[in-house]
C-alpha cells in the first residue's frame, strides 16, 4: 500500500502523471513517486507578465463563486483526490486519523463566501483589489493618487503539518489574483494536489485553475531551484519552515525577489494568580489549559507548551502549581478524538527527557508513560531545558511569584500566548508585543487559529503578497510653472 | 575456567583486571547466569543507597529480578546523567548540582560544600577533593554535559582494563604488557581536563608511561574546560527563556571563552611542536596512542599534510573508537591514518560514557559484548525488550555490572544489530556481539524537507553559536 502514492505535477490545468522519481517520506517510512520537474521546468515560472492579464477579466465575486464552487467539490465523502490526501496524510501527518478525519470533512467549510471577503476585507482591503484606490489630498498642490492591490507570481515553500495551509494558499493566491507555484512539503504532499486537481476538473481553462501549478521536488535541488527562484518568472517568494528550507532559497535572492518568510514558532501560556480564586475557576482554566496544550495535538505553531503560572514557589505555590497540573492532565485524557488524541508517533528524544526528569525533585510529571501526553510541573520558576522540543501533548507548567518573569521570556519565536484572566491579557498585551509575542488570545482559544490566518505572526502575509501599484495625476500647469 | 566464573560470579568489577580472552570463551548458559545474578545482586546493593533508581524501581513496581527481562524497566534513559536544570549552572546554584549528583552514586558527597562556586570546572575539582568520586563529563554535543559518577577507584580500573585488553584481546599475552613494561602514551588532544577522554591521562601517565617525560599531549599545559563545552547549550537554555536568562548569564562564562580563544589562536604552534616531539623524543619507537578516530584523523592528516609518515614503531598500539562523529572524513580516512602512524595494530571500540566495559571489533568486524555487560535490545517503539535472538536489530541497552557505586544501566540513543546468542561469531569468541553498522536514532530521524509551522528555528541557535565564537 505504502508504494502507491503518486504526486503529480499540474502545470496551469496541465496534469503530469508520470512516475519518474521515487522519494523517501518521514513519519511511517512512505515514499511517494513524482514526475521528474527538470523535463518540464521551463513551463513552470510565467515568464510572460502580460498573461497575467485574464486574472482581471475577473471581479472579486467572479473569484468568489469559483471558490465557492471549488468548496462544494472538496466533498471527503466523494471527491477520490481528497481521500487520497487523507490517506497519505494519515500515514505521514503527526495528527492522528480522528483529527484528520475531521479536518477533511470540513475542507470545503473553508471556502465560506461572507468569511473569505471579511478576510480580504481586513487583510488588504476589497476595493483595492477591485479598482484603483484614491489617496486623497497631498502636500504636493494638485497631485492626486490611486493605488491598486496586484497580485504576483509567487512560488509558495508551504508547510505540511495541516491541510490548512494548502487552503489557504489556494485562496490567498486565487482572491489577491496572483499566480502560484506550489512547492509541496514531503510530510503532505497530496493535500495541495487534491485541491488544484478539483480546480482542474471544475474547470481546466478557467483562469485562475491556469494560474496555480503544484510540484515536488527534494528541496536544495539546485538545477530545478535555479531555474525556479528567477527574478525573470518569480516576484515573490512565501517560505514556511525553518532554516534549512530558507537556507536552499536565500542562495537565489537577489534584487527582484521578495521574500516574505513564515518562520516557525512556539506559542505559550500565561496564567495569572485569579485562576486559583476558587475549584470550580481551577477546573475551568485546567480544562481550557487541555485545550491550549492538546488541541491538533500539539503539532501546530499555535500549540501551546511552556505555561507560566503566576501561584508563587513557595511550598503552597508549587502545591497550587501541581493541582493544576493534575487538573490539566485529566482535561488533556478528556479531550473529544476529533481535538485530540494520544499522539500515534510519540517522539523518543522527548520520552527519554521525561524518563529523566520524573526521577528528579525538580519536577513533577503528570502522565508521559507512554503516548498519552503529560504536563511537567517544574518545581522551581524555569521551565525544562527541553522546552523547544515540547511537543505530542506535552506541556511545562512553570511556577513563578509575579507574571514578570512570564512576560520576560517571550521573544520573537513567540507566537500565541494563551492568557488567563482577561484582564491580565489587557494589561499585558503592549508589553508582550514590545518582547516580541504576535497574538494574544484568552486562554484556551489559541486553536481558534481565526485571526492568525491574516496576520499570520505579525507580518500581514497577504498584503505583502500584492503588489501596490499607484497611479498619480499631477496639475499640468503646476509643472509647467516648476519646469520655470 | 570454573574458577574464573565463579569469581567473576562473586564480584563482577572484579572482571577489570582478569584475562581478557576468558571472557569470550564462557558458555551461553555461564553468560546467562552471570547477566540474571550480577543484575540481581548489583540492584539489591544499589537501590536502597541510589534514590534515583530507587525511585525508579517503585515508578516501574519491581522490587527483585526474577528473570533478565526485568531489568529492562531498570535501566535509566540516556538523559539521567544530565537530567539537572541548566539554570543551576547560569545561577550558580552548584550546591543543588551536588545535591542532585548525590542521588545516582552511593559515594558521600556531604563534605563537598558548593556554596560560592561559579563555574563547573571548579565544582568538579571540588568533588574531586572532597569526596572519593572523580566525575567526568560527556564533550556536549547536545550543548548540556552528562556528568558521571564515577570514583577514583574506577578510573583507576578502567585503566588497568584498556591495558589487559591491549595484552589479551588477539589472544592471551599477544599484546605488549603495558602494565607490567611501560609504553609512551601520545594523545592528540588535552593533557588535563575532566571530559571522558582526558579524565584517564593523568593515571595513564602514571601506569602507563611512567612519568610525564614519556608522555605527549597535544596541548600538555591547556585543560578542556567544561564550561566551554557547555556554552553553546547553556547559551540556548538562556535565550529560550528570554531577556529573563539573558540576565542569567554568568560573567565566568564569559572568561572561560577568551581562554578558549587563546588556545585557538597558540593551535598552529601547539600543532607544530607536538610533531616534533613526536618524531624527535618517539620517532621509531613503540608507543601507545588513543584517540577518537575524528580527532586521531585531523592530526594524522595534518602530519601527512607536513610529510610524514611511518612515524612509530611497528608494534605501537592505538586503541580507537567513537566513528566519525558527524564529520565529513574522505574515504580512506582509516588508510591514512595509519599510513601516518606507521603500524596496524588497532583496538576498536564501542563502547558508552556510562559502562566501564568496552565492546571490542574482532577480526570479522563485530564488537564483542564482554560478559559483564548486560545487553538489551528495545523495541525503539514500546522500549520492551526483544527477545535474545541473533540478528536482531533494535534501541541498545545495556547494565555494565563493573561499576558498584552507580547504576551503569541505559538505554542508549544507538540503534543496533546484536547477535551471538545463538551461533557464536566466526571469530570463535562466545557470547552476544554487535554487528555493525551503529546508527544514532536521532540521524535516522531527520533528514528531508518535512516542513511544519510549529518550532524554534535552527538558524536561531546557529546564531548563537555564531555569537559564542564572536561577538560577547
New interface residues.
Given amino acids: 500500500m505504502t508504494d502507491s502514492f503518486r504526486v503529480p505535477l499540474i502545470i496551469r490545468g496541465e496534469i503530469i502523471e508520470d512516475a519518474d522519481v521515487e522519494h523517501g517520506g518521514r513519519r511511517g517510512g512512505v515514499s511517494f513517486r513524482a514526475p521528474d520537474v527538470a523535463k518540464h521546468i521551463a513551463k513552470l515560472p510565467l515568464r510572460t507578465p502580460s498573461k497575467m492579464a485574464d486574472l482581471y477579466t475577473l471581479s472579486f465575486d467572479d473569484i468568489l463563486d469559483y471558490l465557492v464552487e471549488l468548496g462544494k467539490r472538496l466533498d471527503h465523502a466523494r471527491n477520490r483526490h481528497v481521500q487520497e490526501a487523507f490517506r497519505l496524510s494519515c500515514i505521514t501527518s503527526g495528527l492522528s486519523e480522528s483529527i484528520l478525519r475531521h479536518h477533511y470533512d470540513r475542507l470545503g467549510a473553508m471556502f465560506d463566501r461572507d468569511e473569505m471577503r471579511r478576510m480580504m476585507e481586513r487583510g488588504c482591503g476589497v476595493d483595492y483589489l477591485e479598482s484603483w484606490v484614491d489617496q486623497g489630498p497631498s502636500i504636493f498642490p494638485g497631485l492626486r493618487a490611486r493605488t491598486r492591490a496586484f497580485g504576483a507570481r509567487c512560488v509558495h515553500v508551504i508547510a505540511g503539518n495541516a491541510p490548512i495551509v494548502s487552503i489557504l494558499t489556494v485562496i490567498r493566491n486565487a482572491l489577491t489574483r496572483s499566480d502560484a507555484i506550489i512547492k509541496l512539503p514531503s510530510n503532505d504532499p497530496l493535500t495541495a494536489v487534491a485541491l488544484v486537481r478539483t480546480m482542474v476538473e471544475m474547470t481546466p481553462d478557467h483562469p485562475l485553475t491556469k494560474h496555480i501549478s503544484v510540484a515536488y521536488w527534494k528541496g536544495g535541488d539546485e538545477a530545478t531551484e535555479e531555474a525556479i527562484y528567477d527574478p525573470r518568472g518569480v516576484e515573490k517568494i512565501i517560505a514556511w519552515g525553518g532554516f534549512d528550507s530558507v537556507k536552499h532559497i536565500s542562495r537565489y535572492l537577489q534584487p527582484g525577489i521578495d521574500l516574505i518568510t513564515q518562520d516557525p514558532k512556539l506559542s505559550g501560556t500565561i496564567i495569572g494568580r485569579e485562576a486559583f480564586a476558587d475549584e470550580a475557576t481551577l477546573r475551568s482554566v485546567a480544562k481550557r489549559l487541555a485545550l491550549d496544550v492538546g488541541a491538533q495535538n500539539q503539532e501546530g505553531c499555535v500549540s501551546a507548551r511552556v505555561i507560566y503560572v503566576e501561584c508563587g514557589t513557595d511550598e503552597q505555590g508549587l502545591a497550587r502549581a501541581n493541582r493544576l497540573g493534575e487538573l490539566a492532565f485529566a482535561a488533556l485524557q478528556a479531550l473529544p478524538p476529533h481535538l485530540s488524541t494520544p499522539h500515534k508517533a510519540f517522539d523518543h528524544t522527548l520520552k527519554a527527557e521525561i524518563d529523566a526528569v520524573r526521577l528528579q525533585d525538580e519536577y513533577r510529571v503528570f502522565g508521559g508513560r507512554e503516548n498519552e501526553g503529560a504536563l511537567i510541573v517544574s518545581q522551581e520558576d524555569f521551565p525544562v531545558d527541553f522546552s523547544r522540543q515540547l511537543s505530542c501533548r506535552v506541556g511545562n507548567i512553570v511556577p513563578v511569584d509575579d507574571v514578570e518573569t512570564a512576560v520576560r521570556s517571550v521573544n520573537a519565536y513567540t507566537q500565541t500566548i494563551g492568557i488567563f484572566p482577561e484582564a491580565l491579557k489587557e494589561k499585558l498585551r503592549d508589553r508582550l508585543a514590545f518582547q516580541g509575542a504576535q497574538r494574544l488570545v484568552s486562554l484556551g482559544a489559541a486553536a481558534t487559529m481565526q485571526h492568525n490566518m491574516e496576520k499570520q505572526d505579525a507580518i500581514e502575509p497577504v498584503r505583502r503578497m500584492c503588489k501596490w501599484v499607484t497611479e498619480e495625476t499631477a496639475d499640468g500647469e503646476v509643472l509647467d510653472a516648476i519646469a520655470g | 575456567m570454573s574458577e574464573y566464573f565463579e569469581q567473576l560470579l562473586a564480584d563482577p568489577t572484579s572482571f577489570h583486571s582478569l584475562p581478557y580472552d576468558e571472557g569470550f570463551k564462557l558458555s551461553r548458559e555461564q553468560i546467562e547466569r552471570l547477566h540474571l545474578e550480577g543484575s540481581r545482586n548489583r540492584f539489591a546493593q544499589l537501590r536502597p543507597r541510589l534514590s534515583?533508581l530507587d525511585?525508579?524501581a517503585r515508578?516501574q513496581g519491581i522490587d527483585g529480578i526474577e528473570t533478565i527481562d526485568d531489568v529492562a524497566p531498570l535501566l535509566?534513559?540516556?538523559?539521567?546523567y544530565?537530567?539537572?536544570?541548566?539554570?543551576y549552572l547560569e545561577r550558580n546554584r552548584f550546591d543543588k548540582l551536588t545535591q542532585?549528583l548525590s542521588?545516582l552514586t552511593t559515594s558521600d558527597l556531604s563534605r563537598v560544600d558548593a556554596h560560592g562556586v561559579e563555574s563547573i570546572d571548579d565544582w568538579i575539582d571540588l568533588i574531586e577533593a572532597k569526596s572519593d568520586v572523580m566525575p567526568s563529563h560527556t564533550s556536549g554535543t547536545t550543548g548540556?554535559l552528562s556528568f558521571i559518577p564515577r570514583t577514583k577507584v574506577q578510573w583507576n580500573q578502567t585503566i588497568i582494563h584498556s591495558a589487559i585488553i591491549i595484552r589479551d584481546w588477539w589472544g592471551r599475552g599477544s599484546g605488549p604488557d603495558i602494565l607490567r613494561d611501560g609504553m609512551p602514551i601520545i594523545i592528540p588532544g588535552y593533557r588535563h581536563g575532566a571530559a571522558a577522554t582526558q579524565r584517564g591521562n593523568s593515571i595513564q601517565v602514571e601506569m602507563y608511561a611512567r612519568g610525564e617525560e614519556n608522555a605527549l599531549f597535544l596541548y600538555p599545559d591547556a585543560r578542556f574546560s567544561a564550561d566551554v563545552a557547555s556554552l553553546g547549550g547553556r547559551l540556548r537554555?538562556v535565550?529560550?527563556?528570554?531577556?529573563?536568562?539573558i540576565?542569567d548569564i554568568s560573567p565566568v562564562l564569559l572568561e572561560r571563552r577568551e581562554m578558549l580563544l587563546e588556545l585557538e589562536r597558540r593551535r598552529p604552534d601547539d600543532l607544530r611542536q607536538f610533531f616534533s616531539e613526536a618524531q624527535r623524543r618517539f620517532g621509531g619507537k613503540d608507543v601507545y596512542v588513543t584517540a577518537m578516530w575524528a580527532i586521531l584523523y585531523d592530526w594524522t592528516a595534518e602530519g601527512l599534510k607536513r610529510g610524514l609518515k611511518g612515524v612509530f614503531g611497528k608494534n605501537s598500539v592505538l586503541l580507537t573508537g567513537g566513528g566519525k562523529k558527524g564529520k565529513e572524513l574522505p574515504e580512506d580516512w582509516r588508510e591514512q591514518s595509519l599510513e601516518f602512524l606507521g603500524f596496524d595494530n588497532i583496538f576498536e571500540m564501542y563502547a558508552t560514557s556510562e559502562m566501564m566495559g568496552l565492546c571490542m571489533m574482532c577480526e570479522r568486524g563485530n564488537y564483542h559484548v564482554p560478559p559483564v555487560i548486560v545487553p538489551f535490545l528495545l523495541d525503539?517503539a514500546t522500549?520492551r525488550p526483544l527477545p535474545r535472538k541473533d540478528g536482531t536489530t533494535g534501541r541498545f541497552a545495556g547494565l555494565d555490572l563493573m561499576p558498584n557505586t552507580y547504576w551503569a544501566g541505559l538505554?542508549t540513543?544507538d540503534e543496533i544489530t546484536l547477535s551471538g546468542w545463538e551461533n557464536p561469531c566466526a571469530c570463535g569468541r562466545t557470547g552476544p556481539h554487535v554487528v555493525p553498522p551503529v546508527r544514532r536514532?536521532?540521524e535516522k530521524?531527520g533528514g528531508?524537507?518535512?516542513?511544519?509551522?510549529?518550532?524554534?528555528?535552527?538558524?536561531?541557535d546557529?546564531a548563537l553559536e555564531f555569537l559564542a565564537e564572536l561577538a560577547l
Fill in positions: 534515583v525511585k525508579l515508578e535509566f534513559a540516556h538523559t539521567i544530565k537530567s539537572y536544570p541548566i539554570s542532585w542521588g548540556k537554555a535565550e529560550a527563556r528570554g531577556e529573563a536568562g540576565l525503539p522500549g538505554i540513543g536514532y536521532s530521524e528531508d524537507d518535512r516542513i511544519v509551522c510549529a518550532g524554534a528555528p535552527e538558524a536561531h546557529r
